[in-house]
Each structure stands twice: as structure tokens, then as C-alpha cells.
């Protein structure tokens, strides 16, 4: 049986971690769904603050990847360094109902996001959920980000952030049909900046 948790979402992220500082300054926003960090990670949800629902499995080794009904799935490695890695939500509250993700404690790991939703209300406001999310977490070695099912959002992300490093991104300037989202990702990245150094 699933269990889903009704999880907050704080400017259009919810967060994959540990309980340990944020290294922001590592996020890598490729794939404009799963934005990976030197450790734990961010999911880009659609709206911009309000209520998602999210599940989680956590894996001995890779599920197979089956036709479903999810819109967009992409797979990341994230990287455990205090053993508790779990979802936690934009207000930094975790969900009591959703399993820790890291079976061998510390580590990497390989992340399987599927979202359903994201298109409904971007940067809405929603009290009620209209995303969907799967997050399946598995021991692997660190390995390159696949896109195994795309979306209008991924498409536009992927050229916005292509073949940039994290200090590059801040430089790179994006094509006219992604500029309208790649502002609305960097006033998200500022925003939680500040809201992080005010903790």
C-alpha cells in the first residue's frame, strides 16, 4: 500500500536531504525537476507555495522503469552525509509518515523523480493538491542525470542550463523562449538564499 503525505511547498521546492546546511551554492538546475547538490537535493515543483502530495521508496537496487501515468520522470544521484536523508518540505518540517531514503547511512545514492501536475498551476498558490510525486532512492555510485520521460518544463530547462557549472549558471544567459523561466528559477534561487541566511 502507498502511503502519500500532503507535504508544503516554499517557493516551488521541496527538498530531498539531511539534516545539515544547505550547500545552495552547489545546486545544479538542469533538468528544471530534480536539482541536485554536493549533498541532498531540491525538487522544482509547478506551483509556487501550497500543497503537493509526495510518496517515497526506499530501494535495495534500480526498479525497473515501467510505462505509468507519470508526466515527467528524470534521475539524479544525490549524496547522504549525516544518514538521515528524507523529504522534507519548504517550511524545513519532515514528514513523519515517509521512510528515510539512505539504507546504507551515508553515501551516494541514485534518485528516481516522477511528477504529474506540475503544468496545472505554475507559480499558483494551492491549498489543495494538484501534484503528484514518486521519489524512489537506491544505493549506486554517482552517475550523470537521464531524463527518462520529458515535459514542456524540462525541455525549456534543459538549453537554459546546459554544459554550466554551478558558478557558471550565474553568468549564463538563456535563450528568449526560456528567459521568462529562467528569472522565475533565479528570483526562487535568491529568495531562498535569504530565507536560509535569516535562520
Known amino acids: 500500500m502507498t502511503t502519500w503525505s500532503v507535504t508544503f511547498v516554499n517557493e516551488g521546492l521541496f527538498g530531498v536531504s539531511d539534516d545539515a546546511p ?35 521508496q526506499c530501494l535495495d537496487a534500480a526498479p525497473p522503469v515501467e510505462a505509468t501515468d507519470w508526466e515527467e520522470i528524470v534521475e539524479v544521484s544525490v549524496r547522504s552525509v549525516a544518514g538521515d536523508l528524507r523529504i522534507n518540505s519548504g517550511d524545513d518540517s519532515r514528514p513523519d509518515d515517509l521512510p ?42 554517482r552517475a550523470e542525470s537521464v531524463v527518462i520521460r520529458s515535459s514542456r ?34 528570483d526562487v534561487r535568491a529568495r531562498l538564499r535569504q530565507s536560509l541566511q535569516e535562520d
Open 153 to 186: 518544463m524540462i525541455d525549456e530547462a534543459l538549453p537554459a542550463h546546459a554544459d554550466t557549472t554551478p558558478d557558471e549558471k550565474a553568468h549564463a544567459t538563456a535563450e528568449p523562449d526560456d528567459a521568462a523561466e529562467s528569472d522565475r528559477r533565479a
Open 100 to 141: 528515510a531514503l539512505n539504507s546504507q547511512g551515508p553515501g551516494w545514492y541514485r534518485m528516481r523523480v516522477h511528477a504529474s501536475g506540475r503544468s496545472a498551476n505554475p507559480d499558483g498558490v494551492s491549498d489543495e493538491p494538484v501534484e503528484d510525486y514518486l521519489i524512489a532512492v537506491w544505493p549506486q555510485a
Open 22 to 56: 544547505v550547500p545552495m551554492e552547489t545546486v545544479r538546475w538542469s533538468n528544471g525537476l530534480a536539482a541536485p547538490m554536493d549533498h541532498g537535493a531540491w525538487i522544482l515543483t509547478g506551483i509556487n507555495t501550497g500543497q503537493v502530495r509526495v510518496t517515497a
